[in-house]
């Protein structure tokens, strides 16, 4: 079963509710009407499309939500997705980027320095050199980045790789893309 089926056939809402009702452990039409606040009509409706669709086993009004066909969609679509651009043409900062940065965000901070070096050489490439920066637009900058914008920004200080004075700071260190 392709995720969009599975998707469809949960975009309307009474048919959301309903899978919902039974992964919460409702197991009968009653339960789920019950469950969800729907009238018994429309668990009746809701269920017999989901069962065409494959998603709920029914046996009169007795009623079994096919959880091994979420995990199977999902598997097949991870293995239909393309993989993700690289983000550095090194391979060996590639996959630490790859490890801790998601769809553009930091998703942890490496406990590890060699890899958070890393991270914030990667990090550091949003602040433009020979520009002064207020705390409060470093926090913005880096809050974009992850919620932690004080760990950020002192590890990044700590690495050379921003300078701090009077209130503001500078890049003054990492790779500048020319």
């Known amino acids: 079963?392709?995720?969009?089926?599975?998707?469809?056939?949960?975009?309307?809402?009474?048919?959301?509710?309903?899978?919902a009702a039974l992964a919460l452990g409702a197991g009968t039409i009653e339960e789920v009407a019950a469950a969800s606040g729907l009238e018994l009509k429309d668990v009746a409706l809701a269920a017999r499309r989901l069962a065409r669709g494959g998603l709920v086993r029914r046996d009169g009004h007795v009623l079994e939500l096919v959880t091994?066909?979420?995990?199977?969609?999902?598997?097949?679509a991870a293995e239909a997705a393309p993989a993700p651009e690289?983000?550095?043409?090194?391979?060996?900062?590639?996959?630490?980027?790859?490890?801790?940065v998601r769809e553009g965000r930091l998703v942890s901070i490496p406990a590890q320095r060699s890899k958070r070096r890393v991270v914030l050489e990667h990090l550091v490439r949003v602040f433009d050199?020979?520009?002064?920066?207020?705390?409060?637009?470093?926090?913005?900058?880096?809050?974009?980045?992850?919620?932690?914008t004080a760990a950020l920004r002192r590890y990044l200080v700590d690495e050379g790789l921003l300078s701090r004075s009077?209130?503001?700071?500078?890049?003054?260190?990492?790779?500048?893309?020319?």
Do not use: C, Q
């Open 86 to 100: 690289p983000l550095s043409e090194d391979p060996a900062e590639s996959a630490v980027l790859a490890a801790f």
């Open 166 to 178: 009077a209130g503001l700071y500078w890049r003054s260190g990492g790779w500048v893309d020319v």
């Open 1 to 19: 079963m392709e995720a969009a089926r599975i998707v469809g056939l949960l975009a309307d809402p009474t048919r959301l509710k309903v899978v």
């Open 129 to 148: 050199v020979g520009v002064r920066y207020p705390e409060r637009e470093v926090n913005a900058l880096l809050a974009v980045w992850h919620p932690d």
């Open 68 to 76: 091994d066909r979420f995990a199977a969609a999902a598997r097949a």
